[in-house]
């Protein structure tokens, strides 16, 4: 499902941010035949060499990058809009202790699904008696619509859900309103636990008019229309769900990562190191929600990811997240090729015309092509031809390959330099990896899951950047769907029963 909508217009060649400088003549298709022939065609590839060379991460680089974004969380912390990094403060203050009881909701909206889940809490003993959740697609039209249709939508399928309730199952406590946790993950500006103002859409979500609005307000709305009795009593990133959600099972859980088609980071921060915090006596812990997606210094940026920002949703905004996050990374693919085969011999005389179509790779495409280990390429010729109508022979399919594992390279290894940054702000307060203290960030997100070797340089980064001793401390603990867990949980700690 295609979740930006993109000009498809021809690639075009400008200076690029980085050291991309090489300008060859651009052969382009002719948009109103199935495919173009090319009029003259080059054996070698220059565009490949020079995107390898500009998408290179070597270790002094990355280092770079996590002291840029530890500079910008500080600025952040410093000031409201003191860095690239909004540093949220979520006013997450205590993390779930285990003894939470009683029936709670989660609702979750943040990307092509959405969730509701019921838990009941049974205590320290009984932990979680009972769950049961749903997932349900939401049609696109709905991410570029109004409020009113996206949280009526919700509302309605939240109503249908609790319609549906065991009541053996689940028990809500007399004279209790059902409570919810919102899982909204987008960056919001956060004005109390349960409420705050949406500051901008990211991910393919564009719906009309809701900048500065109270999300909480409008599912409020929402769920009056449907009459459904319902209260919000937690609003949370899905990052503060993952951390919440994990820190329930595992006390050494400092950070919540997402790693799916976006990507934020969330951690435990000293109160005391906040100096925009206002309650300046304020001791003891808070979550803050980086939004490090929002990061855009110094990065391997090439001309494919500048000219991608363009005609996205979302110009100018998340470059982090555009470089690093399975929304993005197929794309940034699609484009080198199209580039590639407009100025080479790739795929032949012919430009494929599907390779012209903004979002038709996905990054689970370049996860399976990868996978390919027969002397043929055979799977990764029948992913192309399956998408693009193209097989292309041994080389073009090697060359392909090279593509995908620059941007996944680029991707694993800047996404693993963000957790250093985060890893070593911990560190400054806590000391906890000097002093041998096993540290885990809980990960989430079906790009972190599904694609091991995303994965592989995400965890090669982290090593070379932190070393081995510290290295040895952490532990990336993948910790799927439990936002909703952690959404509901944290409904509990601040119920107003
Ligand atoms: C949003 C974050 C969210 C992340 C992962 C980003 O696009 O800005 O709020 O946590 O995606 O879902």
């Known amino acids: 499902m295609s979740l930006i909508t993109f000009a498809a217009s021809p690639l075009v060649i400008t200076p690029t941010v980085r050291s991309f400088t090489f300008s ?66 979520t006013y997450v203050d205590a993390l779930p202790s285990g003894k939470e009881e009683g029936l709670f909701y989660a609702l979750d909206l943040g990307g092509t699904n959405f969730r509701v889940r019921s838990v009941q809490l049974g205590g320290e003993e009984e932990r979680v008696v009972a769950t049961k959740s749903e997932q349900l697609s939401i049609p696109q039209k709905l991410m570029i619509g109004t409020s009113e249709e996206l949280f009526g939508f919700i509302a309605s399928k939240l109503a249908d859900f609790v319609a549906k309730e065991e009541p053996g199952r689940f028990r809500l406590e007399q004279g209790r309103k059902r409570e919810i946790g919102f899982t909204f993950s987008f960056p919001v500006n956060q004005t ?8 901008k859409w990211t991910k393919g979500f564009n719906v009309s008019g809701m900048e500065g609005k109270n999300v909480v307000a409008c599912l409020n709305e929402a769920m009056e229309a449907h009459g459904l009795d319902m209260r919000v009593s937690a609003l949370v990133n899905d990052g503060v769900g993952t951390l919440a959600g994990a820190r329930y099972w595992d006390k050494d859980v400092m950070a919540g990562v997402i790693l799916g088609t976006g990507t934020n980071a969330c951690y435990v921060e000293q109160k005391h190191a906040i100096p925009k915090l206002q309650n300046k006596s304020s001791s003891g812990t808070t979550i803050i ?29 998340h470059l982090y997240e555009k470089m690093i996050s399975g929304m993005y990374l197929g794309e940034i693919v699609r484009r080198v090729l199209l580039h590639m085969c407009q100025t080479s011999d790739l795929f032949g005389q012919a430009v494929p015309a599907k390779l012209e179509t903004p979002l038709a790779l996905k990054s689970q495409d370049l996860c399976k092509m990868q996978e390919d280990n027969t002397d043929d390429l055979s799977s990764v010729g029948s992913i192309l031809y399956n998408i693009f109508e193209v097989k292309g022979d041994l080389k073009d399919r090697r060359r392909v390959m090279e593509v995908c594992d620059t941007v996944v390279k680029r991707g694993g ?5 963000g957790i250093v940054a985060i890893l070593e702000r911990i560190e400054r307060e806590t000391k906890r990896l000097a002093s041998g203290q096993r540290t885990v960030v809980a990960m989430d997100g079906a790009l972190y899951e599904k694609y091991p070797q995303y994965r592989q340089y995400m965890q090669d980064a982290l090593v070379e950047l932190l070393g081995d001793e510290l290295a040895s401390h952490v532990q990336i603990k993948h910790t799927k769907d439990v936002s909703g867990l952690g959404a509901a949980l944290l409904a509990a700690t601040n119920s107003i029963y």
């Open 289 to 317: 929600n980086t939004e490090w997606g929002g990061f855009s210094k110094c990065l391997p940026r090439t001309i494919f990811d500048q000219e991608m920002d363009k005609d996205s949703l979302n110009p100018g905004e």
């Open 24 to 89: 060859p003549p651009l052969r382009r298709s002719n948009n109103t035949v199935m495919s173009a022939v090319r009029s003259e065609t080059t054996s070698t590839c220059p565009v490949l060499t020079m995107f390898k060379k500009d998408c290179a991460t070597p270790t002094p680089f990355l280092r770079d990058v996590a002291n840029a974004i530890a500079d910008d969380m500080q600025a952040g912390l410093a000031v409201h809009g003191g860095g690239d990094l909004e540093m949220i403060l």
């Open 413 to 417: 290894r800047l996404a693993g330099a």
């Open 192 to 199: 109390s636990i349960d409420s705050g103002t949406l500051i």
